[in-house]
């Protein structure tokens, strides 16, 4: 496994939110949450993908937002969202290093060999609730038969039986990852056979999302236990209905892991949401850093 296949397996790639007051993109806030997470142990950030608004925001802010991420970790990997060629081009002019394919229904295969055309790619399988398209065991072959696909991300939400059987698709092009992208449940993912994790999740607490993927690699299975039921305490705050507002809890998770300021955590496209939910996100990760010393 070469090129960025090697560069993000068995790590994590949180897919960042965007701070925003309001309205208003917080710059400041955005740069500075950049800096607090080059200082963890990431593979690299998403950036553009559902968490991060990608499709809603202005070209104008795609590119502020990605300028941020790359300069804070300029020897990481930087995927983009990338639903379209020229939301591809952007990504390539602005140096990421990858694209993750939004979901395609016409010609999928096709869609995927262009956007490769432009930098490697991560597809997509999402579930169709959030807009995803259900694709068939033919077409997710077709697609990782090609060269410049490195591996596809799995977020079914809910879906063991759907996970497992793509897992075992993925298991038959053992030169592709497969890409956990199960916020809830992430641990069994990863025993079922995802190497690499690119989620929402990891906005917050990377450290303990990461130190995960390390302890199934290395055979820790108390630790790994222990971190699984951690993310899972996360997961169930933020992860649940109205499930759009996920991105906003994921935001009040940042702000109280000490990456945003408290009141840099909007999300303008999502729900509103009742500070009770803000108070028991920010409860699970007191505890998560508490039981951290």
């Known amino acids: ?94 140096r990421a290093d990858a694209l993750l394919a939004f979901p395609e229904r016409n010609d999928p295969v096709g869609y995927h060999r262009r956007l490769s055309r432009e930098l490697p790619v991560i597809a997509f399988y999402l579930y169709e609730a959030a807009g995803g398209v259900p694709y068939d065991d033919q077409t997710l072959h077709a697609i990782l038969d090609l060269p ?11 879906s063991v039986m759907t996970f497992q059987r793509l897992a075992a698709l993925v298991r038959s092009h053992p030169d592709k990852l497969l890409v956990t992208g199960e916020d ?41 236990v222990a971190l699984s039921a951690q993310c899972d305490r996360l997961a169930q705050a933020a992860f649940t209905e109205p ?5 906003r809890r994921m935001l009040w998770a940042a702000a109280a892991d000490g990456a945003l300021p408290r009141d840099a955590c909007d999300d303008p496209w999502g729900p509103a949401l009742p500070e009770s939910e803000r108070a028991a996100v920010e409860q699970v990760v007191a505890d998560a850093r508490a039981s951290r010393g």
């Open 1 to 94: 496994m070469t090129g960025i296949a090697s560069r993000i397996e068995w790590g994590l790639i949180p897919a960042v939110p965007v701070p925003f007051r309001g309205a208003e993109l917080a710059a400041a806030a955005q740069r500075a949450y950049a800096r607090w997470m080059a200082a963890h142990p990431v593979a690299g950030v998403a950036v553009w993908a559902h968490t991060g608004r990608g499709p809603h925001l202005s070209a104008e802010h795609r590119r502020e937002v990605l300028q941020a991420w790359r300069e804070a970790l300029p020897d990481r990997v930087v995927v983009a969202g990338a639903r379209d060629i020229t939301m591809a081009i952007e990504a390539r002019r602005g």
């Open 243 to 247: 499930m759009e507002g996920y991105i």
């Open 184 to 224: 809830r449940f992430f641990g069994y993912s990863v025993m079922t056979g995802a190497t690499s994790a690119l989620v929402g999740m990891g906005a917050a607490l990377p450290d303990v999302q990461a130190e995960l993927l390390h302890a199934w690699r290395d055979r820790q299975w108390d630790r790994f």
């Open 148 to 158: 410049g696909v490195v591996g596809i991300k799995v977020a079914t939400l809910d």
